[in-house]
């Protein structure tokens, strides 16, 4: 058997994947899809522009809901027979059956504004996060983003104790802790100490860094978070399997981010994440 999936499909539901690959493995029929009922009436444009009914007479307008429907579909997954499959040289062969799927996981990213709905559609709530390693800004993230300045120029930040505890949790599950930032301030680093984390300040590219610092600890990208708060975060955010944004994030990194959390920078976001992680393991 072949499955294709689509990554333009964000809605899938692996019931739908299992009874689809059954139909299809049964011998029920060589091809299955993903469709949705559509109950709706079409129309197309005649050549003098003149709307044309399609699949429905118009002088005739029972209700919606008490028309046969007929199925769009998604594009989300295809079963099919492999033997077939690669003699008929297309997706379409053989005895081909409807996956009919719900409404809601329809939705096809082709435009921005698809990409708007599914964000709005998906649930921003994972129970776990399942990851080896938790990477973090430090300004923005472990602080709200601000400094306090005094007469001579000395840089003092407000940190969460919260923060600090989701850390040792961390640290005592075994989970691999980084404090990557911008700042060169050597507040970073002395944070970093009391946490009793390891810290890389005043990298200018953090992305390259990372990539370096994974590599170097043979971690699995795609099992680590990157928590950010503002536009120096997205190359880093990019690498990793889980981008995470503070309540309070840069709305570009927002969008870049797989999963918002309810907190703001430097009052308990790093602890929120923590608890995250530590009910995966």
Not at 3 to 19: G, H, M, N
Not at 86 to 99: C, N, P, S, T, Y
């Amino acid at each position: 058997m072949t499955l294709f999936i689509q990554c333009t499909s964000p809605l899938i539901d692996p019931a739908d994947l299992d009874a689809a690959v059954t139909t299809v493995a049964s011998g029920k029929a060589e091809v299955s899809f993903a469709a949705v009922a559509d109950h709706g009436f079409h129309w197309a444009v005649g050549e003098n522009g003149e709307a044309v009914a399609v699949g429905h007479e118009k002088l005739h307008r029972p209700r919606r809901q008490d028309r046969e429907p007929r199925f769009r579909e998604t594009g989300a997954f295809y079963a099919m027979d492999t033997e077939g499959f690669l003699a008929a040289g297309h997706r379409f062969f053989g005895r081909v059956q409807v996956h009919e799927v719900p409404g809601e996981h329809g939705i096809d990213i082709d435009t921005e504004a698809d990409l708007l709905l599914a964000e709005l559609t998906l649930p921003d709530e994972p129970a776990a996060i399942s990851v080896d390693a938790v990477i973090t800004d430090f300004d923005g993230v472990h602080t709200p983003d601000t400094a306090y300045v005094d007469e001579h120029g000395t840089e003092t930040v407000r940190v969460s104790r919260s923060d600090g505890m989701g850390v040792a949790r961390l640290r005592a599950a075994g989970v691999k802790f980084l404090i990557l930032s911008k700042e060169a301030n050597p507040v970073v680093a002395a944070r970093a100490a009391k946490l009793k984390v390891e810290v890389a300040h005043g990298i200018e590219n953090k992305a390259e860094y990372l990539a370096q610092w994974l590599a170097d600890e043979s971690i699995n990208p795609a099992r680590v978070a990157y928590v950010g708060n503002d536009i120096n975060d997205l190359g880093a955010m990019s690498l990793v399997g889980w981008p995470i944004a503070v309540a309070d994030a840069n709305e570009q990194v927002h969008r870049a981010a797989r999963h918002r959390l309810s907190r703001k920078g430097g009052y308990g976001a790093v602890r929120e994440l923590a608890e995250l992680v530590l009910a995966a393991r």
